[in-house]
């Protein structure tokens, strides 16, 4: 004979308001828009029924501070008493669901059964007094935070529809305060489809009246440039310049992507305001759009997502998937579309959002085709687009990395060497793809030891003269494996350009990171450095070219040239803009007290 019994689960409802209030919701505020969400569910639940039937909601606030009271009212499907039994008095089930309704496709907003339980946020009590359209009593359904609840039938019958009383609780004021009521209807209910009116110190007022037509029709918002702007900066509360319809094949979805007027960093949160049929449940949805649209920000309403349980954020699935890439290939069609027509245009959202611009050409090749000749890099001819680069008809050269770039830009620029910046995000796999598309144009990448090709070399007679003071440099910079080349090169102002092999960067950076780890880390990447070959030696040139150098190299005090040499090396990382391990560091500190104490002894 069997032990085992089974008991039921026993909800703390108290407990899960503070759950819903602190976790789940992120503001109280939403109480009004899952009333709003209520309504607008059993309208078209009656709308089914009533083909052609035309639904209302009427909000009204009565009293004032802790006296306030709210009414909801619309006139949808109503509920019979079985109804109120199954959907009111059960936490978690909903009207609209079967098993497996979070994948399932409805008509309805809502699918969890917990929507009302945002109330108790507000107010101590909910009272419903609804009627079904299917006929049977006026009932009368009161809930408390404790779990308890009471139904009646009504004695008088009601109009077919539901309306929920609200009292407010202490602390709750500001949420029964017209205005703000006022503005929560507006935020969420702005694209209903249906009036939604306000009724509050004697004033009537429909809060959706000016729902613009090109809602269902994004492609008619083209010729409403200044309607379409202010509807825009009323709903997102910015000002905005220009933007960009949206719709999906399937027309279940659609928007207007507002382009912002400044500029994004590629790291700031893309947050957008997003109407499950045609009601906001989210004005923070961050993966709507493909990560490279992060320049605009957007109104979507669709019938075809998934929201959560809070509904302020959808299921990554795959209908989602879908609808992102619809939507970013409806942006990257219409920036297609304004470099044909609108060229100009283009180019200044081009200059505005650079990075949004190529980080899109970067992975589409016709969109790339299309805005090139805008975009921008930096070169040793200045900050200048490509199109004008391209018709000084030089040969162009390019960098894979910033470094590199700093390395060789003043050596480069002093020899009328065309050289590009392809360091910063997305510049070298934009130039590389270029040199594919453009075979007409010659493109190299280029290295700093390839700048040191067309460097003059010494004389016979200046190789003898200056033999044993490279040799004494060499020795001095031997312990940073750095090896020294005396060249003659333009800019004389230079004295000196530090170089890195691929191998020797890798092991600089061990080097690097050896310095700022722990002993057995340490040891580990010393070990590692080890294995790096003769070939891992950086070099630099000193440039006879420049005074300095000359006086240097021209000197007989053996202490002091190799002092200036190891500042000269340190100077030249500096120009680099390389990161110093100690022992640079201490070189450059010590060679600057040598300098200054020798100074202050020749003019003792």
């Not at 509920?79 to 497996?100: N, P």
């Not at 507002?258 to 590629?266: D, E, G, K, Q, T």
């Not at 939507?327 to 920036?335: A, D, H, M, P, T």
Request: hydrophobic share 40%; proline share 4%; charged share 20%.
């Amino acid at each position: 004979m069997s032990n085992e019994q089974e008991y039921r689960f026993q909800v703390n409802l108290s407990g899960m308001i503070n759950i819903l209030s602190n976790h789940l919701y992120s503001s109280p505020n939403v109480y009004l828009r899952e009333l709003l969400q209520n309504a607008t569910d059993a309208i078209t639940a009656r709308g089914q029924l009533e083909p052609g039937f035309t639904g209302n909601v009427t909000v009204e606030i009565s009293g004032s501070g802790s006296g306030a009271t709210m009414t909801v009212e619309d006139n949808g499907v109503g509920l019979t008493e079985e109804d109120i039994h199954q959907f009111l008095a059960m936490i978690g089930h909903s009207s609209k669901v079967g098993q497996d309704f979070i994948a399932k496709e409805t008509s309805f907003i809502g699918r969890f059964g917990i929507g009302l339980l945002s109330c108790f946020m507000v107010s101590d009590e909910i009272v419903v007094l609804t009627q079904s359209v299917k006929g049977g009593p006026s009932m009368e359904w009161r809930g408390k935070p404790d779990g308890t609840y009471t139904i009646r039938q009504l004695s008088t019958q009601l109009a077919p529809g539901t309306k929920i009383y609200l009292r407010c609780k202490p602390d709750s004021e500001p949420y029964y305060e017209p205005q703000m009521v006022e503005d929560l209807l507006f935020y969420y209910g702005a694209l209903l489809p249906y009036p939604v009116r306000l009724h509050a110190n004697g004033d009537a007022k429909t809060i959706n009246e000016s729902r613009p037509d090109w809602i269902l029709q994004p492609e008619l918002a083209r010729g409403r440039r200044r309607e379409v702007l202010a509807f825009g900066e009323k709903l997102l509360g910015e000002p905005l310049q220009d933007f960009i319809p949206l719709q999906t094949a399937n027309g279940r979805t659609g928007g207007i992507a507002f382009i912002l007027p400044h500029s994004v960093n590629l790291n700031a949160r893309r947050s957008h305001k997003v109407y499950l049929k045609q009601m906001l449940v989210s004005d923070k949805a961050e993966n709507i759009l493909p990560e490279w649209a992060f320049f605009v920000k957007c109104l979507i309403w669709t019938d075809e997502l998934q929201p959560t349980a809070s509904r302020e954020h959808f299921y990554e699935d795959e209908r989602l998937e879908s609808v992102r890439e619809e939507l970013g290939q409806s942006i990257r069609n219409e920036l297609m579309r304004i470099g044909e027509y609108e060229p100009d245009r283009l180019q200044r959202i081009i200059q505005l959002h650079a990075l949004s611009m190529k980080a899109l050409a970067a992975q589409d090749e016709d969109f790339l085709q299309t805005i090139y000749r805008w975009i921008t890099f930096e070169s040793t001819y200045g900050e200048r687009t490509f199109g004008e680069l391209m018709a000084d008809n030089k040969k162009i050269f390019y960098t894979l990395s910033v470094d590199e770039y700093r390395q060789i830009t003043h050596v480069a620029a002093a020899q009328s060497m065309l050289v590009l910046n392809g360091g910063y995000i997305y510049n070298h796999e934009l130039l590389e793809r270029l040199s594919i598309l453009l075979p007409e144009l010659d493109m190299e990448r280029l290295l700093p030891e390839d700048v040191s090709l067309s460097f003059e070399d010494l004389t016979n007679e200046e190789r003898n003269q200056f033999y044993e003071r490279i040799r004494l440099a060499d020795g001095a910079l031997q312990r940073f494996r750095c090896q020294i080349q005396l060249k003659r090169f333009a800019p004389a102002e230079l004295p000196a350009l530090y170089t890195l092999s691929k191998e020797s960067s890798s092991l600089r950076s061990l080097e690097k990171a050896k310095e700022n780890s722990s002993d057995l880390l340490a040891s580990v990447l010393g070990n590692l450095g080890a294995n790096f070959t003769e070939s891992a030696y950086s070099t630099l040139y000193f440039n006879l070219n420049n005074p300095l150098v000359q006086k240097i190299f021209t000197s007989a005090d053996n202490q002091m040239f190799t002092t200036a040499a190891q500042m000269l090396y340190t100077n030249a990382l500096l120009m680099g803009h390389y990161p110093m391990t100690r022992q640079e560091l201490g070189v450059l500190g010590q060679g600057m007290v040598k300098f200054i104490d020798w100074g202050l002894s020749s003019n003792a």
